[in-house]
T-cell receptor, first 122, second 107 residues
């Protein structure tokens, strides 16, 4: 059974950092790119970037360049997404999602994690 | 970035109705468009990619059409379990990949 299990909800103060994990199971982790997508309350999803679990290379959306880092640990089939200097408008549900292409990118997502709620509040 | 505008933002329909949702792109995206269904408290679920290709296992009452800038998601006969918000996503020009604002379907 293919699934992506994410870390639990967190509450952070403005200016803090937060790191979310995404543990993959049921498939070969290094064969599919992982994307991160966030969704603010009542809004459409917002794509943040991708990581290649095999080589670790990444690409970030312009809005997140310099503040977001995506990493992975292929030994434990887990991807991570860290946001630094969080702001109130970073309050959202953060999802990891698997690209549908084996070994490449189709740029649409066939498996999603259950989501991690990040709340930024002073 | 390419903007995707969905209409309507919400709709109410009865079981058995034919439902049509549109997604308009701010510039041409060939057929690089996907549709997702998101039920309350759940992540999005891929329904259609390539504008019209149904993902395996998705009921045949769902259909997609369009190319260039104008796209349509159709539910041929609405069922109670189709209560959800539907999003389009373009992947022709990136970064960034972009999503529409969503259409909430109430049954």
């Amino acid at each position: 059974h293919v699934q992506l299990v994410q870390s639990e909800a967190e509450v952070k103060k403005p200016g803090a950092s937060v790191k979310v994990f995404c543990a993959a199971s049921g498939y070969s982790f290094t064969d599919y790119y992982i994307h991160w997508v966030r969704q603010a309350p009542g809004q459409g999803p917002e794509w943040m970037g991708w990581i290649n679990p095999k080589r670790g290379d990444t690409n970030y959306a312009p809005n997140f360049q310099g503040r977001v880092t995506m990493t992975r640990d292929a030994y434990i089939n887990t991807a991570y997404m860290e946001i630094r200097r969080v702001r109130d408008d970073d309050t959202a549900t953060y999802y990891c999602a698997r690209d549908s292409a084996w070994g490449s990118r189709n740029w649409y997502f066939d498996v999603w994690g259950s989501g991690t709620q990040i709340t930024v509040s002073s | 970035a390419i903007q995707l505008t969905q209409s309507p933002s919400s709709l109410s329909a009865s079981v058995g109705d034919r439902v049509t949702i549109t997604c308009r792109a701010s510039q041409g995206i060939t057929n690089a468009l996907a549709w997702y269904q998101q039920k309350p408290g759940q992540p999005p679920n891929l329904l259609i990619y390539g504008a019209s290709t149904l993902k395996t296992g998705v009921p045949s009452r769902f259909g997609g059409s369009g190319s260039g800038t104008d796209f349509t998601l159709t539910i041929a006969s609405l069922q109670p379990e189709d209560l959800a918000t539907y999003y389009c996503q373009q992947y022709d020009t990136f970064p960034p990949i972009t999503f529409g604002g969503g259409t909430r379907v109430q049954v």
